[in-house]
């Protein structure tokens, strides 16, 4: 009588039940550690399966439409992100990622909204008020642009990314003096960009008067 082995069999029934035994936290946090090693096919396997094991589980669906996005499925990218706001109305991450794809989408309304939610649940939140601010920018909104970066200013005075915007947007509503202070600010605190502007629009502004 020929007798089995039967400890792979063991290893594969045991290792078969530890995977149904995990959970939509544990199965997304797996996709994550793929996602930060940049093994992508992966981690989004590792989404899927927490979506199968639970379809509520918002952050799975996020983390899924991230993916999406930087390999620029942006109809599938925003289908996830709907739905993990749907899933979670506070999901300010989410929300923030929706706004971007609706702004890359030329969606600057809809970008406008999402980026205002986004500030809703986090008034201090920098990078929103600098997105909102480069929508209303597409959209003419000057002044209510300008607002936005004045506030990202009132939260840290030494934000370059809001005294270059702001000194863009000054310019571009005819407060050209304003508008190079502020760029003169964003460049003496390291953005050289700025220098470029200043000396195709400040001082031919200047010789022009």
Same mark, same amino acid.
């Given at each position: 009588?020929? #007798?089995?082995?039967?400890?792979?069999?063991?290893?594969?029934?045991?290792a %078969?039940?530890?995977l149904?035994a995990?959970? &939509?936290? =544990?199965?997304?946090?797996?996709g994550?550690?793929?996602?930060e090693?940049?093994?992508?096919?992966e981690?989004?396997? *590792?989404?899927?399966?927490?979506?199968?094991?639970?379809?509520?589980?918002?952050?799975a669906?996020?983390?899924?439409?991230? +993916?999406?996005?930087?390999? /620029?499925?942006? *109809?599938g990218?925003?289908q /996830?992100f709907?739905k993990?706001?749907?899933l979670?109305?506070n999901?300010s =991450?989410?929300?923030?990622?929706?706004?971007?794809v609706k702004?890359i989408?030329?969606?600057?309304?809809?970008?406008? /909204?999402?980026?205002s939610?986004v500030?809703?649940?986090?008034?201090?939140?920098?990078?929103?008020?600098?997105?909102?601010?480069? @929508?209303?920018?597409r959209?003419?909104a000057?002044?209510?642009?300008?607002?936005? %970066?004045? #506030?990202?200013i009132?939260?840290?005075t030494k934000?370059?990314? @809001?005294?270059f915007?702001?000194?863009?947007?000054?310019?571009?509503y005819? *407060?050209?003096?304003?508008? %190079?202070?502020?760029?003169?600010? &964003?460049g =003496?605190?390291?953005?050289?960009?700025?220098y470029? +502007?200043?000396?195709? #629009? %400040?001082?031919?502004?200047?010789?022009?008067?």
């Amino acid at each position: 009588m020929v #007798r089995r082995n039967l400890l792979p069999t063991f290893i594969l029934f045991f290792a %078969c039940n530890m995977l149904l035994a995990q959970t &939509a936290k =544990e199965f997304t946090q797996t996709g994550m550690s793929f996602y930060e090693k940049k093994q992508y096919l992966e981690a989004i396997l *590792h989404f899927n399966k927490a979506i199968e094991k639970d379809n509520t589980y918002s952050k799975a669906y996020f983390l899924r439409g991230s +993916i999406k996005e930087n390999f /620029d499925d942006r *109809h599938g990218a925003m289908q /996830d992100f709907n739905k993990a706001v749907e899933l979670n109305k506070n999901y300010s =991450e989410a929300y923030f990622a929706r706004g971007n794809v609706k702004f890359i989408l030329q969606d600057y309304y809809g970008a406008i /909204d999402d980026f205002s939610k986004v500030i809703e649940l986090d008034d201090s939140n920098v990078k929103a008020y600098l997105k909102r601010g480069e @929508a209303k920018q597409r959209l003419e909104a000057y002044e209510d642009a300008i607002n936005d %970066c004045t #506030r990202i200013i009132e939260i840290n005075t030494k934000n370059i990314d @809001a005294y270059f915007l702001r000194g863009i947007l000054r310019i571009e509503y005819g *407060h050209i003096e304003a508008g %190079c202070l502020d760029l003169s600010k &964003a460049g =003496e605190l390291g953005d050289s960009k700025a220098y470029e +502007i200043i000396r195709e #629009r %400040c001082n031919q502004s200047y010789l022009k008067n």
